[in-house]
């Protein structure tokens, strides 16, 4: 009865939340003729009211977000950034992993190119599934539910996945380990999000930092770890005895996501987000989680706005002058002031069928097609299922084809020409934090990454048919660079443009589109390899430049608007 009772609140505010972005769709139609907007005051006006509408910002949301720029960016906000990026890190690290393995498990066990797909298939599966659950978890239990418990079920499964006897059971693990790790992406960047003022939610793209280094963590152990301790290029072997590198990579990477499973859940105390508390308890529980996160950081209030009616200043709107209450600021006016109900205890059965619950989530989802949101909803999963899959077509399947180049045929060379890669998209991740707030905005900024990723794709596909390993490596570095910088914008521009009531469904049903595309791909690339090696990678380019397309078609620039 709870669950049914948190369900049609939740639906309710959802609801009404959509039918305010369908009048803001309206307010920037008014403005969307101007060629200098900055240059109207009458069209500043609305596009202002167009930005709070589209947020379905209320009052009280408005209050919150200005005590949470009065707070600033302190100790706790980077203490965030940090453990939240860990998730990344952890995500892209097993994703990495599975491509790294992927030659050395077909040597194993006797697979054909054409059924070695199904490593990475069940990989993204449990991705899928991950993302399906987990996003809609956080959105009805919090944030934090699956922030501690995803990377505990990644990890188990990774020790799992490296005892495994045979193809099917590996299969398996690696399904049970991405259902764990499918959840991070989408929780923790809107943990972030939700946390951090509106001046720094530029520090979300950041996150790929993370997310790339992942990508390089697993690139270098399994440079030091697969060569040594699998089969020779030639001649006959021992799998048994011979090839068990895969195994110890997926000890060492399992190892590593325990020692983050300390840090998130040892180490620090995360408290839950105040967007969701103000969905979902009430008022007096924001401004307890406020008061501990500006007393953590260990810094003052900043002076009162000038405003003195502001709400942010008690009582009769006076200044703050260190009187009465060290963070009086955080008040809300008396007269608004509401009593939070104490939270409804619910067991964990009642939590455990409430998570798979399909009506409960679709109701979620329903408002996510509402006139004013449903052009975005629908661009935005095109993107991120088109994007995911001409992504990993390449990217899977990259020390095969580097296996392929003349030139490289080596171990060795073969992981250390991924390690490059992997480098390479670290810088991605940096220039797309820059970008996102110039001039060209997100929409821009990841429009004109995903062109020139296809562009790269094109000089890879030519320098394996020509035979230049140099080019390879430019042609590849060049791709890391600008598909990092790609997927930083996207992961930005998602949580950003969805409301706090929606936005883990929101998020969580993209990233679960996405992971049906790498479910696909590998499959769908396993029989292209088969014909030749230079099909996926054309695909691939026709997949990214249409994802390019939908980018510029979308009609929200989330640069000003508060999340």
Not at 178 to 189: A, E, F, L, Q, W
Not at 361 to 382: E, Q
Not at 459 to 481: D, M, N, R
């Amino acid at each position: 009865m709870l669950a049914t009772d948190e369900n049609s609140q939740q639906a309710a505010a959802v609801e009404e939340g959509s039918q305010i972005v369908h009048r803001a769709t309206d307010a920037r139609a008014a403005c969307s003729g101007r060629s200098v907007c900055s240059a109207d005051t009458a069209c500043n006006a609305s596009m202002e009211m167009a930005e709070r509408l589209a947020d379905g910002e209320s009052d009280s949301e408005q209050e919150l977000n200005r005590m949470i720029s009065n707070i600033g960016f302190g100790r706790y906000h980077r203490r965030v950034l940090a453990l939240c990026g860990l998730g990344w890190t952890a995500d892209n690290a097993w994703m990495q992993c599975t491509a790294c393995i992927l030659p050395r498990v077909q040597r194993h066990f006797g697979i054909s190119n054409g059924r070695i797909g199904l490593l990475s298939s069940c990989m993204f599966l449990g991705l899928m599934c991950g993302a399906l659950v987990w996003g809609p978890v956080s959105d009805r239990f919090g944030r934090l539910v699956p922030y501690r418990w995803t990377l505990v079920v990644s990890a188990t499964f990774g020790l799992l996945a490296s005892a495994a006897p045979s193809f099917p059971l590996l299969c398996v693990c690696l399904f049970g380990l991405g259902s764990g790790v499918g959840g991070n992406m989408p929780v923790d960047g809107a943990i972030f999000l939700e946390f951090v003022p509106r001046e720094k939610r530029h520090l979300l793209t950041m996150l790929s930092v993370f997310f790339s280094a992942g990508s390089v963590l697993t690139s270098a152990v399994a440079l030091a770890l697969l060569p040594p301790f699998s089969c020779p290029d030639e001649g006959p072997c021992d799998v048994g005895k011979q090839n068990n590198g895969w195994r110890y990579l997926l000890v060492t990477v399992s190892l590593l996501t325990i020692a983050m499973v300390v840090l998130r859940n040892g180490w620090f105390r995360l408290y839950e987000t105040p967007k969701f508390l103000l969905q979902n308890r009430g008022r007096s529980d924001v401004v307890v989680v406020l008061k501990k996160i500006a007393t953590f950081n260990g810094a003052k209030a900043q002076a009162a706005p000038e405003d003195a009616r502001s709400p942010l200043v008690p009582g009769d709107g006076g200044s703050n002058d260190g009187s009465g209450s060290e963070h009086s600021w955080l008040e809300w006016p008396e007269s608004e002031e509401e009593e939070s109900p104490a939270p409804a205890r619910v067991g964990l059965a009642a939590r455990l069928r409430a998570a798979v619950d399909v009506k409960a989530h679709i109701k979620l989802v329903r408002p996510l097609f509402a006139p004013g949101l449903r052009r975005t909803t629908s661009l935005v999963w095109a993107i991120w299922g088109i994007v995911a899959m001409g992504f990993t077509m390449f990217n899977v399947f990259l020390p095969k084809l580097l296996e392929a180049t003349p030139g490289s045929s080596s171990q060795v060379s073969v992981y250390r020409d991924a390690l490059i890669y992997a480098v390479s998209g670290v810088p991605g991740s940096l220039l797309g934090a820059w970008l996102v707030d110039t001039r060209l905005g997100r929409i821009y900024s990841m429009t004109i990454a995903t062109a020139v990723s296809g562009l790269a794709l094109i000089g890879f596909a030519f320098s394996t048919k020509a035979h230049i390993p140099a080019l390879t490596i430019v042609a590849s570095s060049v791709f890391g660079l600008t598909s990092t910088l790609m997927f930083a914008v996207i992961y930005a521009y998602t949580p950003e443009v969805f409301r706090p009531a929606v936005r883990g469904t929101a998020c969580g049903t993209a990233s679960a589109i996405g992971r049906v595309a790498g479910i696909l791909a590998p499959l769908i690339t396993g029989l292209l390899l088969e014909l030749n090696s230079t099909i996926p990678l054309y695909v691939s380019v026709a997949l990214l430049w249409a994802a390019a397309v939908c980018m510029f078609m979308l009609p929200i620039e989330t640069r000003d608007i508060a999340a």
